[in-house]
């Protein structure tokens, strides 16, 4: 463990996002590209999904508005943001995109609503604790190599 | 050579960084998602490579046409909101020849398919990882190794066939691979090797090998004129090439047609235009028969099958039921009824490698019921379409079968079922042959007709290898079950004509070695015709299927049957005991001749010359006159009989293990199909399989072996060895 407390606390943050499930492999993917060219790559990818997947999360909370619900669109959609959620390694989202892709596969309007209030909590929950994160990180300084989840 | 152009324009990456590669590898990413965009290009950048980003196909592909060698291997999403991916790689197939790797979040298996199907040469779900990511320039290596060996071979061949081929299956290769042209023309290659060429050598024409710069002009050519009204010559005086001739357009044209086609979501319906050269439509030809054959037969492997297939069920149909208007459908019953590995992906590749024989006959023991030949005409159209798509197995004699069924069969079924009818007796170990039997037989004037199978065979064969396998697997199944399926395959009911499966072995052996060359199926091809009158197009060489179905539907069918029945069959059977089932077997045996004929190398414009001419192939029919008229529906049976000897023929040619001897004939029982239902089964053991099955009612006669009746028969009567092949009920 880093002796820095801030690194310190940088890495029991990771950790807990791995162990509470926030997160997946696919993040660490994303922490190995960094480098010294790209030293804060992990934020802008983040940054990038959290503003790309905001116009999907408002076409998809449009389209459960209209009734009846065109659940071709809406998988369409949720598809997409699967896509992205996965590139990031938001590991709930994820599991919450499929679920609505469940839902509509199988016209439930109301599993859809449910699943989709769901899925803006966790990924407003990630948002909140990555932003933290990225925060700590820079006050940290430049990170050494992340250590791999467990 | 322009493919050696482009494949050394390939090698360029790497020659300029010989001892880096695969770094430098030149990599271009489409993605409509930012963020996977983003992270494609670190990864890619991570492992070396030169990587271009761009986040519209459109603007994708027009970067890949400005610049023409700029890249190594693109990598494309699947779900794109201005084009599909699929288009996207078919694209590029067909104007690049670059390896795609196709990417998405949905992993399930259709979607896979698809990406096989289309010509992706791999498919990545996302999230991808750089792992993924770290060997993709295997791609690269593998197209440009088989795109070198596609030229050496063409190069090498010495024998204008062998170009021929080539050339075909570049002309082929377009709608069956999508983008995989040399790989198709690699795969026709090693199938053509083997065929003879005699009969095709007056038709030969000089190969044309469609490099990516021409086909970019050809493109540009018929853009300019409008797709519409794009016209072969049209686009060869825009192009103005040298050398370049109307027919090398037309059929380019038609593959292009049908490659555009499936880019809009796969029309079912190919037009019936059946193989006119003149007409150079193999899109119009994709009667939904049609459309499967020449996919297959583009894909290059199952229009044999799929055809022949279709063909059986129309025939089993014709027999039964005077609408067969569904040769789709039927071919549904065929294929699934016969055997779901044949469905597509397998069968076709399955087929396509054994034989092109085979294929024809699987295609068609399915349709055994009137019904079914409905269904399965369907199916078989389906898995013809299927196949195009994306057989690219290289079941190319499965192809050349089906396609000459097709061919044949839109032309002059007469002539070509009888050389079916002949061949399947000898299915059993025909090595290839079951058309080449039916030569013998046809005797008459078939050898004329024969020669035109051969070219359509072999025409066929480039392009939809797959589709033939299909069909064959198909056939082969019910032929394996002929004591399973007696009144499945084929709806004859009671064929009483139709010798058993004659025993393969012997007969196919003399007939194989006789029609070696000979296009022997072509009597199917004149089922095909006579049966499908309205859908001459799906008899292109590519339509194999379509063939099938059409003559399944037809009421005509029986009118075709007849013809080819009569020369193959009718010798034996009595015209009473034909039935209408047993018209099917004819068609089935038509398609197994074409698809025996694919082995040879053929001239696909010959091809399609002889199926302009396959109506006339009287020979055939001259001798089966009096048995045919005699009883439609008994020549249907006796057909059949000789399809699945045709099959076993084939089979044998092919050297597909299950056909090999497996036809005994046990009278007519079709139960004792010696063909064994094997996926792999030539298109022409397929037919005889079929037949088999369909004349569960027509045999009853034992005439012994097949072979042994097949000869004696053929020193009879013309007419009657084909008769030899037992439909076992």
């Known amino acids: ?150 | 050579m322009a493919t050696a152009t482009s494949s050394s324009a390939a090698w360029k990456a790497v020659d300029s960084v010989p001892d880096q590669f695969p770094a430098g590898l030149r990599v271009l990413v489409v993605d409509d998602d930012p963020t996977c965009l983003i992270i494609l290009e670190k990864m890619l950048r991570n492992c070396s490579y030169e990587v271009t980003k761009c986040n519209r196909a459109e603007t994708a592909l027009s970067i890949l046409r400005e610049n023409k060698n700029g890249f190594d291997i693109v990598i494309s999403d699947v779900h794109m909101p201005d084009m599909d991916g699929f288009k996207l790689l078919e694209h590029i197939g067909l104007e690049m020849d670059l390896p795609v790797i196709m990417m998405s979040a949905d992993d399930g298996k259709h979607v896979v398919m698809k990406g096989v199907i289309h010509g992706a040469c791999d498919y990545l779900i996302k999230p991808v990882r750089i792992e993924a990511l770290k060997n993709i320039w295997q791609h690269v290596i593998r197209k440009r190794k088989n795109g070198s060996k596609d030229l050496e071979q063409s190069g090498s061949v010495e024998e204008g066939d062998q170009q021929q081929k080539q050339s075909e299956e570049a002309d082929y290769s377009s709608s069956a691979n999508e983008g995989n042209w040399k790989s198709s023309k690699r795969r026709k290659d090693d199938e053509d090797e083997t065929e003879d060429r005699d009969d095709t050598s007056t038709l030969k024409k000089p190969r044309v090998v469609w490099s990516i710069e021409l086909h970019q002009q050809f493109v540009a050519a018929v853009n300019q004129l409008g797709i519409d009204k794009a016209v072969p010559k049209k686009i060869l005086e825009l192009m103005n090439v040298p050398g370049l001739t109307r027919e090398n357009v037309a059929s380019h044209l038609q593959k292009y047609r049908l490659y555009l086609r499936r880019l809009s979501g796969v029309s079912p319906h190919l037009n019936n235009s059946f193989m006119n050269p003149q007409e150079e439509t193999f899109g119009p030809l994709s009667s939904v028969n049609g459309l499967g054959l020449q996919a297959l037969a583009a894909g290059g492997q199952l229009p044999a099958q799929c055809l022949a297939t279709l063909q059986a069920a129309a025939l089993g149909h014709s027999t039964a039921k005077s609408s067969i208007p569904l040769p789709l459908v039927d071919q549904r019953n065929i294929f699934s009824f016969e055997n779901p590995k044949l469905r597509f992906g397998e069968g076709q590749q399955q087929l396509m490698n054994n034989n092109k024989h085979i294929n024809l006959l699987h295609a068609i023991p399915t349709t055994m019921e009137p019904k079914q030949l409905t269904t399965s005409t369907s199916i078989g159209n389906i898995n013809m379409q299927v196949a195009s798509h994306g057989v690219k197995s290289g079941q190319n004699n499965s192809e050349l079968i089906n396609m000459q069924v097709a061919s044949h069969g839109v032309q002059s079924s007469q002539s070509n079922s009888a050389l079916m009818q002949m061949g399947q007796p000898q299915f059993a170990h025909a090595p290839r042959l079951p058309l080449s039997v039916g030569q013998p037989i046809i005797s008459n004037g078939i050898a004329s007709n024969v020669s035109t199978q051969n070219g359509i065979r072999a025409n066929i064969r480039a392009p939809g290898n797959n589709p033939v396998s299909q069909t064959s697997s198909m056939l082969n199944y019910p032929m394996n079950h002929a004591s399973e399926l007696p009144g499945n395959c084929f709806p004859l009911g009671s064929t009483p004509g139709m010798s058993g499966r004659t025993s393969k072995g012997t007969f196919q052996e003399d007939f194989n070695s006789e029609y070696r060359g000979s296009v022997g199926f072509m009597p199917s091809y004149d089922i095909f015709d006579d049966l499908n009158q309205h859908k001459p197009q799906n008899w292109e060489l590519q339509n194999v299927g379509v063939a099938f179905d059409d003559t399944r539907h037809s009421n005509s069918l029986q009118g075709n049957l007849d013809l080819s029945q009569s020369v193959l069959v009718q010798q034996g059977f009595t015209s009473g005991q034909m039935n209408r089932q047993n018209r099917s077997g004819i068609v089935v045996s038509k398609a197994m001749f074409s698809a025996g004929d694919s082995t040879e190398p053929g001239n696909p414009l010959n091809v399609n010359q002889h199926l302009n001419s396959l109506p006339i192939d009287n020979t055939i029919r001259v001798k089966t006159e009096s048995v045919a008229d005699v009883n439609p529906d008994n020549l249907f049976i006796d057909h059949f009989g000789q399809a699945d000897l045709m099959s076993a023929l084939l089979k044998q040619q092919q050297g597909i293990a299950p056909a090999e001897n497996e036809f005994d004939y046990d009278g007519y029982s079709l139960d004792d199909i010696p063909v064994k239902t094997t996926t792999h089964h030539s298109p022409v053991l397929v037919m005889i399989i079929a037949f088999y099955n369909v004349h569960n009612l027509l045999c009853n006669q034992s005439l012994g072996p097949l072979s042994s009746c097949f000869f004696k028969k053929l020193d009879m009567t013309s007419f009657k060895i084909i008769i030899c092949c037992r439909f076992s009920t």
């Open chain 1, 1 to 150: 463990m880093d002796r820095n407390p801030l690194r310190r606390q940088l890495q029991i943050m990771r950790k807990s996002f791995f162990d509470q499930g926030y997160l997946d492999e696919q993040f660490v993917q994303l922490e190995e590209l960094q480098d010294e060219a790209n030293p804060n790559f992990v934020e802008e990818v983040v940054t990038l999904y959290y503003r790309d997947s905001a116009r999907l999360i408002l076409s998809i909370e449009q389209a459960l508005e209209r009734k009846p619900f065109d659940f071709n669109k809406l998988d369409a959609h949720m598809h997409q943001f699967k896509g992205s959620s996965s590139s990031i390694g938001a590991k709930k989202v994820k599991a919450e995109s499929t679920q609505f892709r469940e839902y509509c596969k199988s016209r439930n309007r109301e599993g859809c609503t449910r699943c989709f209030q769901q899925l803006k909590k966790e990924y407003a929950t990630l948002r909140k604790k990555l932003e933290a994160y990225f925060q700590l990180a820079r006050q940290a300084g430049p990170m050494e190599t992340a250590c791999r989840p467990k």
